[in-house]
């Protein structure tokens, strides 16, 4: 909680303390710390003089602004028509198969959710999945494993 | 004229208005109705609802009346076929969001989504229903009951939390099909920021947000013949009582409530004015002991005092400045006052146990339910209040007993306890406690009247946000000399957002007043959370008509020459901010988490 | 009928001319710049069509001192990605429009409203945005841009939910008027154009508004990038000149069985085979220039499906017509697939969506109708059997 204090504080100093200045710190946090818990919403809402109730609102309203416990790794499969078309349902069984999470869920240890998400720009390589910011196009089963293991490897 | 006007047409008819205003404004100039939901006069404008959609000719798409500014020239249809077919299929796509059940519901032939449905025959089995087979109705608050399965998601409440009360406790979350009225984390309403105000309620068009409802123990005392059950009603709700049984705002029903409470049953029916008046008797001496203090031996006190009668308030300076409670006054509500009171002096008068009595307030309020429920107000040994009924439930009582109000005759309170004065009466309405003090303080300072015709303060009065007057002391009384030739200057704010204007100023250290009188509801306790639904500023000011009209009739009109009172404190007070005092009227606040 | 398919390099041409063709536009007047623009036809490429020239001029006549540019990079409809590959190869392009912008409504604050899924092009637009500050000096334009990033919520592409969310508050669309040109962001004047259309600008002043005005059609001028996705062979974006016919466009892109292509999104219209050779790409359909093709192996239904979860998600929620409207269109073709509704309430279904174009508050609730009926309507039997 004192690292959470820290760093809201400075991203206060960084990014001001107007309501115009919620977006972009909520963004920062859930860089650092994975999601909103509610310790970082109440000290948003303090540090902005605003509600916990409007924070939790606008947070909530956006996808990537995660108020749940997620992993350090957000896999997001696209689920939109042409990622779907060519196969993203192969995507999410061979992701959980590998993660052993379903389409939600967060693995043990909190390295992984595993996410569905809407149209995420490269209808014309898919299936596509980000993995935090990174896009990985032309998904097979074997470049999701490769691409995985990567992280996995990266971990230990 | 200082804006420029526009001429339009709505329904064949010319209208002209001013720049800026809505079509649905206009179209009321010429007494056009036009169906609305998620508009409300005391809020900003939505447009969300779509049911105000209007034609204009030459354009496709229709337009929200409410939400648009009629412009030069415009040819406005308000019920064309495309319009009518639109404005139904709206309302069926609402009917399948929603838990209609309005047989067991409590806002039955009070709702505007079924006023509506109903008006336009909305079928039922258009289609399918979408209605969140997964909500629960949240009752953990003592003052609110959320039912999210009634909710048309309007936004009025959310609005309403955050531009009249600036709590913000209430938000809309999520989006699209998962998009709802939530607070933060989904958190249950007693463990929020909420100050049980219940504006959100009667700005709700339906049953999503109510009262906590207790009729059915007060009903199941009423019949237990052990039990002494006595009820005391708050000023503001006999000037608004009547609304519920067709009568116009501003009705005083005084008399015919007395006498339906009395056949309902209640053993004692008294007037929580007599507590008012007690409240005023401390809280002058309180402000006047704090001034002493102050001015005589330089001791650190807190000024200005603010008043404590309004426990929305109170729970939001508990949670909002909690570094600041020592400005309150450490005076009960009215409500409370009684209650301890009831417990204690009217049960040694009457020679009963007070474990048997039941003391029942029917209060313009859904937070007294919560103060009922406070765990400092048990100072009789009892819980004090035991059930706090707005205006509302009395109301529902009354036709549950069948009683015919408007034929009824018209009664007296009942002794010990029952007796008032104007001063008294006048706490319904914004100002009225600064102004029934005033009265009582002048008096005690120089020993003459407050030097205002009739004793009306008239600055004091009114719906302006913020309200001040200044009073100059001259020709004090001895005890008072202190205060010779000193300009006091007395602040008022009704509605929260007000309220927190003023305490910042406090914050600052730039507080201009010695007093300062805050009420959570608009308009003051006539206002209050748990009155008639609608409120709006129109009827406000019809009730405060009403209170000041009773004010007049009354023969006493200041606290202090209240007879009652004069004899509660030679038999059992003996002064004011004495022991007993202390031990029953007065109490302590908590800090709360602002978060 | 004939058209031709065009295709074109000028926005992928090198962006490393544009300075010089800002420098010979601010040259001109601010009027000139203006009336050219309207000459030159350019219109929004955003999804809305509105004719740049006219934005940017009632924007520069708005009395306040401060004003603010947006350059709309929140791409979210499903089948677009072309404004990613701008803002990739020549994010030059882009900045010089909004330093022609700035200039003619006195500007002097920007942003690059980045979609959040595009986050991984944060430091090489970084780099672009410190060097157009460097360069601006030298052109006397006082424009700085800075990147705000969105964070996953479609409807934030609508201008005044893109607002409202940048000013820290939910992407829920404002009530119209006032607009974005009047009351934009902090309710100081704002223009929001798409990143296509500002690159745009500097085709238009380096080809001459006439030339460009030339290219297309009648009613549709200029070039336009597409974005081509599904059942192709040549999936990716293209640059090609407007007015072309959707069977022309099938011939070139399609992988020979094409049965449907969906042109301008999920929120544009789907064209049967059959109506190939009657449809004008971006004609009647002003288009984000989305374009899906799907071949006889694709299930109408399971289209429809996705699209109508799309909305029911991505709607703001805020207006009953909309949100309450996606989710019965959704179900509603579910109960009927499942033979619990009959297929005549599909009729009734294509009535509901009709409220929702004409009742909803924005064009995400106003346009479900033009993929749900034109799929309905023209693959009825996929929808029950
Ligand atoms: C639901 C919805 C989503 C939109 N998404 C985008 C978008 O991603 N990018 C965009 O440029 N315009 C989008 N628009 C259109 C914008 O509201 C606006 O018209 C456009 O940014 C104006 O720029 P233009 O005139 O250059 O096209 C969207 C509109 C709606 C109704
Ligand atoms: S909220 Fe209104 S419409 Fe709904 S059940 Fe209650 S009375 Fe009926
Ligand atoms: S009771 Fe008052 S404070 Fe609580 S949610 Fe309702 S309006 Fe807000
Ligand atoms: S709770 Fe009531 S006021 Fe609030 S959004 Fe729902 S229906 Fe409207
Ligand atoms: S049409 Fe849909 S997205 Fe647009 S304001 Fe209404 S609910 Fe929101
Ligand atoms: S009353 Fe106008 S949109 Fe709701």
């Known amino acids: 909680m004192v690292g959470t204090k820290e760093l809201i504080k400075n991203l206060s100093v960084k990014h001001g303390i107007e309501r115009k200045s919620l977006l972009p710190i909520l963004q920062d946090i859930v860089e650092k710390e994975n999601f909103l818990s509610n310790d970082s919403m109440i000290?948003?809402?303090?540090?902005?003089?605003?509600?916990?109730?409007?924070?939790?609102?606008?947070?909530?309203?956006?996808?990537?602004?995660?108020?749940?416990?997620?992993?350090?790794?957000?896999?997001?499969?696209?689920?939109?028509?042409?990622?779907?078309?060519k196969g993203k349902n192969e995507t999410i069984k061979c992701i959980e198969n590998i993660l052993k999470i379903k389409v939600g869920e967060t693995s043990k240890g909190g390295r992984f959710s595993l996410l569905e998400t809407n149209c995420l720009g490269w209808c014309h390589k898919g299936p596509v999945m980000l993995v935090n910011d990174e896009v990985y196009t032309e998904l097979t089963p074997e470049k999701i494993r490769e691409t995985l293991s990567e992280y996995i490897r990266e971990e230990k | 004229m200082s804006k420029n006007t526009i001429t339009l047409i709505i329904d064949g008819t010319k209208v002209t208005v001013e720049e800026g205003t809505s079509i649905l404004d206009a179209a009321k100039k010429v007494d056009i109705e036009i169906p609305t939901l998620c508009h409300h006069e005391d809020l900003?404008?939505?447009?969300?609802?779509?049911?105000?959609?209007?034609?204009?000719?030459?354009?496709?798409?229709?337009?929200?009346?409410?939400?648009?500014?009629a412009t030069e020239g415009m040819d406005i249809l308000t019920s064309s076929p495309k319009v009518r077919r639109a404005r139904k299929d709206i309302m069926a796509l609402l009917?399948?969001?929603?838990?209609?059940?309005?047989?067991?519901?409590?806002?039955?032939?009070?709702?505007?989504?079924?006023?509506?449905?109903?008006?336009?025959?909305?079928?039922?089995?258009?289609?399918?229903?979408?209605?969140?087979?997964?909500?629960?109705?949240?009752?953990?608050?003592?003052?609110?009951?959320?039912?999210?399965?009634?909710?048309?998601?309007?936004?009025?409440?959310?609005?309403?939390?955050?531009?009249?009360?600036?709590?913000?406790?209430?938000?809309?979350?999520?989006?699209?099909?998962?998009?709802?009225?939530?607070?933060?984390?989904?958190?249950?309403?007693?463990?929020?920021?909420?100050t049980n105000c219940g504006q959100c309620i009667i700005h709700c068009p339906t049953a999503a947000l109510t009262e906590r409802r207790y009729y059915d123990d007060i009903w199941e005392a009423i019949?237990?013949?052990?039990?002494?059950?006595?009820?005391?009603?708050?000023?503001?709700?006999?000037?608004?009582?009547?609304?519920?049984?067709?009568?116009?705002?501003?009705?005083?029903?005084?008399?015919?409530?007395?006498?339906?409470?009395?056949?309902?049953?209640?053993?004692?029916?008294?007037?929580?004015?007599?507590?008012?008046?007690?409240?005023?008797?401390?809280?002058?001496?309180?402000?006047?002991?704090?001034?002493?203090k102050a001015f005589v031996d330089k001791e650190e006190v807190a000024l200005p005092m603010i008043t404590s009668c309004s426990p929305g308030w109170v729970k939001f300076i508990e949670h909002m400045y909690p570094e600041h409670l020592g400005h309150l006054s450490t005076c009960k509500s009215p409500q409370q006052m009684f209650g301890s009171m009831v417990k204690t002096y009217y049960a040694e008068k009457k020679g009963i146990d007070p474990k048997d009595i039941v003391c029942v307030a029917g209060m313009p309020c859904a937070a007294k339910k919560y103060e009922a429920n406070r765990p400092e107000?048990?100072?009789?040994?009892?819980?004090?209040?035991?059930?706090?009924l707005t205006t509302r439930e009395l109301g529902h009582m009354i036709k549950q007993a069948g009683i015919k109000f408007q034929e009824l005759p018209e009664e007296n309170f009942d002794k010990i306890m029952g007796e008032s004065s104007g001063a008294a009466v006048v706490f319904g309405a914004t100002g009225g406690v600064m102004e029934a003090a005033l009265r009582t303080a002048y008096a005690v300072i120089t020993g003459r009247p407050v030097p205002f015709d009739n004793l009306n303060i008239t600055p004091v009065r009114g719906m302006e946000s913020i309200k001040e007057i200044t009073i100059k002391f001259e020709d004090c009384v001895p005890e008072y000399s202190f205060l010779e030739g000193i300009e006091a200057k007395f602040g008022i704010a009704h509605g929260l957002t007000n309220a927190r204007a003023i305490m910042d100023q406090i914050v600052e250290g730039k507080s201009p007043y010695v007093f300062i009188e805050i009420m959570a509801c608009p308009g003051g306790c006539i206002g209050g959370g748990g009155q008639p639904i609608p409120t709006t500023d129109e009827i406000r000011k019809k009730r405060i008509e009403a209170i000041y009209a009773e004010d007049m009739g009354k023969p006493i009109r200041m606290s202090h020459e209240n007879p009652e009172i004069k004899e509660i404190y030679e038999s059992f007070l003996k002064v004011p901010l004495g022991e007993k005092s202390h031990h029953l009227l007065h109490t302590k606040y908590r800090k709360r988490k602002r978060y | 009928m004939t058209t031709h398919i065009n295709k074109l390099g000028y926005i992928f041409s090198k962006d490393c001319e544009c300075d010089d063709i800002l420098k010979n536009t601010l040259a001109k007047t601010?009027?000139?710049?203006?009336?050219?623009?309207?000459?030159?036809?350019?219109?929004?490429?955003?999804?809305?069509?509105?004719?740049?020239?006219?934005?940017?001029?009632?924007?520069?006549?708005?009395?306040?001192?401060?004003?603010?540019?947006?350059?709309?990079?929140?791409?979210?409809?499903?089948?677009?990605?072309?404004?990613?590959?701008?803002?990739?190869?020549?994010?030059?392009?882009?900045?010089?429009?909004?330093?022609?912008?700035?200039?003619?409504?006195?500007?002097?604050?920007?942003?690059?409203?980045?979609?959040?899924?595009?986050?991984?092009?944060?430091?090489?637009?970084?780099?672009?945005?410190?060097?157009?500050?460097?360069?601006?000096?030298?052109?006397?334009?006082?424009?700085?841009?800075?990147?705000?990033?969105?964070?996953?919520?479609?409807?934030?592409?609508?201008?005044?939910?893109?607002?409202?969310?940048?000013?820290?508050?939910?992407?829920?669309?404002?009530?119209?008027?006032?607009?974005?040109?009047?009351?934009g962001y902090l309710g100081k004047p704002t223009v929001v154009n798409n990143v296509e259309t500002l690159a745009s600008t500097m085709i238009v002043f380096r080809l001459g508004a006439d030339v460009y005005n030339n290219l297309g059609t009648k009613d549709q001028q200029g070039s336009k990038l597409f974005s081509i996705s599904g059942d192709s062979p040549k999936e990716g974006v293209h640059e090609i000149e407007l007015g072309m016919s959707v069977a022309d466009f099938v011939n070139e892109f399609g992988d020979g069985d094409t049965k449907a292509v969906q042109v301008g999104g999920v929120s544009g219209f789907c064209v049967p085979r059959k109506n190939f050779n009657k449809e004008i790409i971006g004609e009647g359909n002003t288009t984000g220039g989305s374009t899906m093709i799907f071949n006889s192996s694709r299930s109408m239904y399971n289209v429809l499906h996705n699209f109508l979860d799309f909305f029911a998600e991505e709607s703001c929620g805020q207006c009953t017509p909309c949100r309450v409207g996606c989710q019965q269109l959704l179900k509603g073709i579910e109960a009927v697939k499942a033979g619990e509704k009959s297929p005549k309430y599909l009729d009734q279904l294509i009535?509901?969506?009709?409220?929702?174009?004409?009742?909803?508050?924005?064009?995400?609730?106003?346009?479900?109708?033009?993929?749900?009926?034109?799929?309905?309507?023209?693959?009825?039997?996929?929808?029950?059997y």
């Open chain 2, 377 to 388: 107000m048990r100072d009789s040994g009892f819980q004090d209040i035991d059930a706090g």
């Open chain 2, 223 to 292: 019949d237990d013949p052990t039990k002494h059950v006595v009820v005391n009603t708050a000023p503001s709700v006999r000037v608004a009582l009547g609304e519920m049984f067709d009568y116009e705002p501003g009705k005083i029903v005084t008399g015919k409530m007395v006498t339906a409470l009395k056949k309902m049953g209640f053993d004692s029916v008294l007037d929580t004015d007599f507590s008012a008046d007690l409240t005023i008797i401390e809280e002058a001496n309180e402000l006047l002991v704090r001034l002493k």
């Open chain 1, 43 to 85: 000290e948003v809402a303090r540090i902005l003089d605003i509600s916990a109730a409007e924070v939790y609102g606008t947070a909530s309203f956006f996808s990537f602004l995660d108020t749940e416990a997620r992993g350090k790794y957000k896999i997001r499969v696209c689920k939109s028509i042409t990622c779907d078309m």
């Open chain 3, 351 to 384: 009535k509901l969506s009709k409220t929702m174009q004409i009742t909803s508050k924005c064009g995400l609730g106003q346009s479900v109708t033009n993929s749900f009926t034109s799929i309905v309507n023209n693959f009825r039997e996929e929808m029950i």
């Open chain 2, 95 to 194: 009917v399948s969001e929603h838990n209609t059940q309005c047989t067991t519901c409590y806002r039955n032939t009070n709702c505007e989504l079924q006023t509506l449905a109903s008006d336009y025959n909305v079928d039922n089995d258009i289609y399918l229903s979408v209605l969140k087979n997964n909500t629960t109705i949240d009752k953990s608050s003592w003052s609110i009951e959320k039912d999210d399965s009634k909710c048309i998601r309007c936004q009025r409440c959310v609005r309403t939390c955050a531009e009249i009360q600036h709590v913000n406790a209430l938000a809309v979350t999520h989006k699209g099909h998962e998009m709802k009225i939530s607070t933060f984390m989904d958190f249950p309403m007693n463990e929020i920021v909420c």
């Open chain 3, 30 to 183: 601010k009027d000139e710049v203006v009336s050219e623009l309207i000459k030159s036809g350019l219109r929004g490429r955003g999804g809305a069509g509105f004719p740049i020239g006219l934005k940017w001029k009632f924007t520069a006549s708005q009395p306040e001192e401060v004003k603010y540019i947006i350059c709309n990079a929140d791409e979210g409809e499903p089948g677009t990605f072309k404004d990613r590959e701008i803002l990739t190869q020549v994010p030059k392009k882009v900045l010089r429009g909004m330093a022609l912008c700035a200039y003619v409504t006195g500007a002097k604050k920007g942003f690059i409203y980045l979609r959040g899924e595009y986050k991984y092009l944060v430091p090489h637009l970084q780099k672009n945005i410190d060097e157009f500050h460097e360069d601006m000096k030298k052109f006397n334009i006082d424009l700085n841009v800075e990147i705000f990033l969105g964070s996953g919520a479609y409807v934030c592409g609508e201008e005044t939910a893109l607002i409202e969310s940048m000013e820290g508050k939910r992407g829920e669309p404002r009530n119209k008027p006032p607009y974005p040109n009047q009351f």
């Open chain 2, 44 to 69: 900003c404008v939505a447009g969300n609802c779509r049911v105000c959609v209007v034609e204009e000719k030459g354009k496709n798409n229709l337009t929200a009346s409410c939400a648009a500014p």
